[in-house]
Structures are given as structure tokens and as C-alpha cells.
């Protein structure tokens, strides 16, 4: 099996409209990418797609035009309209756009993942909830464009993986909404927790919070091991001329895989407080929500308290279900979430004959061989007791009749 490596090489930062030139020079198709953000139902602006270069090396810059000024005291350039005379756009706005545009539901949920990390990250830093969070540069149109955009390019590309590099911030102060803050602004350090960066190539800002929010929706690893066969490279052309070349470096690229890699979710809460007597009835009431897995770990909470840490593994489109269970069924107040990814084996389930009855069997393949086989627990049991044989026995009779 082939997977499909997207590698985004910040070795000058990443910003919205650099993501966009990439992008299109990489191979998405301009008109594709136009007619997709048309579904936006936004009026006032152009999207031109120009060849550039930085340092001789050659790429395409992508440039968001407003064809209306915004009034003269507004912080950015915002669409006309409702919030031009407030100069903000609020997250939930934006995502009312969203679900409310032509845009396919993948491209959707990809926009409103991104926006989402941007949400959170203002929120943290501006110490309020998320919904009520207000976008000044970012709700601009531009912004939405770039967002939105990134959102229809990686769709259409569809890679298995997305990778990053170390991600260059720059340096110097950089001028938002709230007057002069130091490289990175808040809101990038927040949104790039966890990712290789570096600092001080330019003495300005080279990621932006755009760019930084496409990066933590994305990307699954940060490495600048390049551990895969290069297809082609692209050129994202940034608008400033300075001692680095300033271009956002993409790679495509391809490499092996014997075993599938997919995604998971892993939720989890400590619970001190709850009797040991309902971990039984949590089991099921979980793996009727949809999970994968579940278990528990003995921990040692503040105050030497003796607890439990409930592990849940969940696909992403039972994530909300499960969650709900959790909070419901358990005395927790939170949850922890992580994305992650698992190799899996291709696998199929049969309902075979046996002496002591109809059994199912599930068979996992490697490479499209079948590799292991397994009776399915629950119809061993139900065979047990139908004839009154001990659980062991059934397996001994199952084990030689599948051989």
C-alpha cells in the first residue's frame, strides 16, 4: 500500500497567502479553488494567483484583493456589511457562513476545524470562552479566503499524512489589534504547543496565526526527517524580500506501507470518586456508544487519593457520542482528548459452520494475505451455554474444527 506524504517545509514560516501559492503551485487547480471558495457566498474580493521569486528560486504568490475599502477607523480590511462598522467577525459568524455555504461537507469540516484551533487559542489567551471570541485580523475576508482555501486544496489532494518541519517564527515584534506584541504573538505560541520551532532568521514575524492554525489542524508530525520518495516540490511566494528567501516550501511525496495507518481518539478522565461497583455497567454503556476499547489504570490523585484513570479509544465519528457517555455516566467534570494515529490490519468478518453451531470469525490480512483468524467472543460464550459445555471446552472443539 502507498501512502501519500503532504510535507510542509517552514524553513521561513508559514503564512495564509503562502499556504494558497503552495497550494496552486503544487497542482491544485486554480479554477477548482475559485469556483469551491465562490460557494462561500462572500462578495467583495478577488483571488490572483501570480509567478514569483525569492532568492531565484521560482514559485507562485497567491494575493486576496478587496474590491470595497472598509470604513476608515475598521482594524482590518472586513467585508462591508454587518460587522464592518464593529470591525470583527465572531467565531460563531464564521461558522455560520460556513455550514451555510455550497462547500462540500469534507471541506467544511476541515474549515471549521482550523477555525476552531484559532478559536481556542484566542480564547486561552484572552482568558474568555470560545464562543465569544471576536476575530479582528483574522475575520477579515482575506483571512477567511486563506482558511477556507487551505481547507479545498488539502481536500483535493487528499493525503495520508501531513508533516512539518521546524517551524520558523521569526523575530522583532509584530503590530496586531492590541497594539505592539512580541514573535511569536500569543496566539501563534498557543496554537504551536507542541511543535519544533525555531526563531531569530528575520527580525519580523514569518508564521503567522493563519498559518499556525492550518499547521495544528493538519499536521500529524513535527520532523525534518524526510522519510519518504519526493515526488515534486512547490513554492509558496511570501510579499516580503529579505535575507532568507521567503517562500513556503511544500513537498509531495509517497512511501510504502504494509500495514494501513489511520486515525483514533483517545479520551480520557481521572475519576476519584465513584464506586467501583459501576465499572462494569460503564463497559457497556460505552461500547454501545461506539467505542473501540476501553480500561482502566490505578493512579494516585492529589491528597494521596487512590483513583482511577478511564481510558476510552473511539473512532473520530463515534468521538461525540462516546464523549457524551463519559460525561453522562461518570461524576467527571472534563475530558482529555488526543488524536492518534493507529495501524490497523485489513480484516473481515464470516459466519462459518461448527458442530456446536454458527460461529463468526474474524480474519486480519497483511499485505492481502490473511495472517491470523479469531472466533468472535460473544458467539463463544452463547455456543458455551447453548451446549452446556465450559467456555474452554467450546474454544478447544472451535480451535480444531477452523484448523
Not at 504568490?61 to 476608515?72: E, Q, S
Not at 484566542?122 to 464562543?131: I, R, S
Not at 489511520?262 to 461506539?290: P, Q
Amino acid at each position: 500500500m502507498t501512502e501519500k506524504i503532504l510535507y510542509y517545509d517552514c524553513f521561513s514560516g508559514i503564512s495564509g497567502d503562502m499556504h494558497l501559492g503552495a497550494m496552486a503551485d503544487l497542482g491544485v487547480p486554480q479554477d477548482y479553488l475559485l469556483d469551491s471558495l465562490s460557494k462561500l457566498g462572500l462578495a467583495g474580493w478577488s483571488l490572483r494567483f501570480t509567478k514569483d521569486s525569492r532568492k531565484g528560486i521560482h514559485g507562485t504568490r497567491a494575493d486576496v484583493r478587496l474590491l470595497m475599502r472598509p470604513a476608515a477607523k475598521s482594524p482590518g480590511p472586513l467585508l462591508r456589511g454587518k460587522t464592518a462598522q464593529h470591525g470583527h467577525r465572531s467565531h460563531d459568524m464564521i461558522r455560520q457562513m460556513i455550514l451555510g455555504s455550497g462547500l462540500s461537507a469534507s471541506v467544511k469540516d476541515l474549515s471549521l476545524k482550523i477555525f476552531l484551533r484559532l478559536a481556542e487559542a484566542e480564547a486561552k489567551v484572552h482568558n474568555q470562552p470560545v464562543g465569544e471570541v471576536h476575530f479582528h485580523e483574522v475575520g477579515a475576508v482575506d483571512s477567511i479566503i486563506d482558511i477556507v482555501g487551505a481547507a479545498v486544496c488539502i481536500d483535493y489532494l487528499k493525503p495520508d499524512r501531513v508533516l512539518a518541519s521546524t517551524v520558523e517564527l521569526g523575530g522583532g515584534f509584530v503590530r496586531c489589534q492590541h497594539g505592539l506584541m512580541p514573535v511569536p504573538a500569543p496566539a501563534v505560541a498557543e496554537l504551536l504547543a507542541g511543535a519544533k520551532v525555531k526563531s531569530g532568521a528575520v527580525p519580523f514575524e514569518t508564521t503567522t496565526p493563519t498559518g499556525a492554525a492550518i499547521l495544528a489542524a493538519t499536521v500529524g508530525e513535527y520532523t525534518d526527517n524526510k522519510d519518504f520518495v519526493l515526488q515534486k516540490s512547490a513554492y509558496g511566494v511570501g510579499r516580503r524580500d529579505t535575507e532568507i528567501p521567503n517562500l513556503l516550501r511544500v513537498f509531495w511525496g509517497t512511501r510504502s506501507r504494509t500495514i494501513p495507518l489511520g486515525k483514533a481518539v483517545l479520551l480520557e478522565c481521572n475519576i476519584d470518586d465513584m464506586s467501583g461497583e459501576y465499572h462494569g455497567y460503564l463497559f457497556d454503556t460505552l461500547f454501545a456508544a461506539g467505542a473501540a476499547d476501553v480500561w482502566f489504570s490505578p493512579i494516585v490523585m492529589k491528597k494521596s487519593r487512590s483513583a482511577v484513570t478511564l481510558s476510552v479509544l473511539a473512532s473520530e465519528a463515534s468521538e461525540a457520542a462516546v464523549a457524551e457517555a463519559l460525561m453522562r455516566e461518570t461524576t467527571t467534570f472534563g475530558l482529555r482528548r488526543s488524536l492518534l494515529d493507529k495501524y490497523v490490519l485489513d480484516r473481515e468478518i464470516k459466519t462459518v459452520k461448527t458442530s456446536l453451531g454458527e460461529l463468526s470469525v474474524k480474519t486480519a490480512f497483511l499485505g492481502g494475505k490473511a495472517i491470523k483468524s479469531k472466533p468472535e467472543y460473544e458467539d463463544v460464550k452463547r455456543l458455551a451455554r447453548e451446549n452446556s459445555i465450559s467456555l474452554l471446552a467450546a474454544y478447544a472443539i472451535l480451535h480444531r474444527e477452523l484448523e
